[in-house]
T-cell receptor, first 114, second 114 residues
């Protein structure tokens, strides 16, 4: 059982370039999430998807787009990368039903935008 | 909006000793869940312990326990018999009942001295 996988692990981009971060989970979870982690800021939610075909904005969605390709995969796209998007990006997934949504995290992608 | 505050950016403890990490939160909801996540240098986010707000009994997982004070909106983590492998960033997180969103604190870096 791989859990939540993310590719790539590291990436360096120039300002203005685009790229897509990939995330997949094999736990048959309905919900998936993208977070960014900046020094001294904790993790902040970018977008999430409660089910296949639906996506919603989180706390810091500007500059990002997402696609819930199917139940397993949830991608995050930077259309025109900016230095402010230098961060570590985490994907997570969680199962339903309630009572609580324990989230399982991937290993993260370290992105540097120069 | 809900907020989570970790007032200790860094803490240190001697191996085999006990340490307590603080967390306070702000919410107007009555149904919610609280979590402590551990992030070692590998970056992997690992769930340490969770607490349901409707439960008065404090959660315990082996050497990890919480002191949940609902009226004071306080949720501290106690690590007993600290081990070198406990060295990590620790994040407190809040999840409102019915919401899929996790709100994280900024983290506490724990150092364990041999």
């Amino acid at each position: 059982n791989a859990g939540v996988t993310q590719t790539p692990k590291f990436q360096v981009l120039k300002t203005g370039q685009s790229m897509t971060l990939q995330c997949a989970q094999d736990m048959n979870h309905n919900s998936m999430y993208w977070y960014r982690q900046d020094p001294g800021m904790g993790l902040r939610l970018i977008y999430y998807s409660a089910s296949e075909g639906t996506t919603d904005k989180g706390e810091v969605p500007n500059g990002y787009n997402v696609s819930r390709l199917n139940k397993r995969e949830f991608s995050l796209r930077l259309e025109s990368a900016a230095p402010s998007q230098t961060s570590v990006y985490f994907c997570a997934s969680s199962a339903t039903p309630r009572p609580y949504y324990e989230q399982y995290f991937g290993p993260g992608t370290r992105l540097t935008v120069t | 909006a809900q907020t989570v505050t970790q007032s200790q950016p860094e803490m240190s403890v001697q191996e085999a000793e006990t340490v307590t990490l603080s967390c306070t939160y702000d919410t107007s909801e009555s149904d919610y869940y609280l979590f402590w996540y551990k992030q070692p240098p590998s970056r992997q986010m690992i769930l340490v312990i969770r607490q349901e707000a409707y439960k008065q009994q404090n959660a315990t997982e082996n050497r990890f326990s919480v002191n949940f004070q609902k009226a004071a909106k306080s949720f501290s983590l106690k690590i007993s018999d600290s081990q070198l492998g406990d060295a990590a960033m620790y994040f407190c997180a809040y999840q409102g009942g019915g919401s899929e969103k996790l709100v994280f604190g900024k983290g506490t870096k724990l150092t364990v001295n041999p």
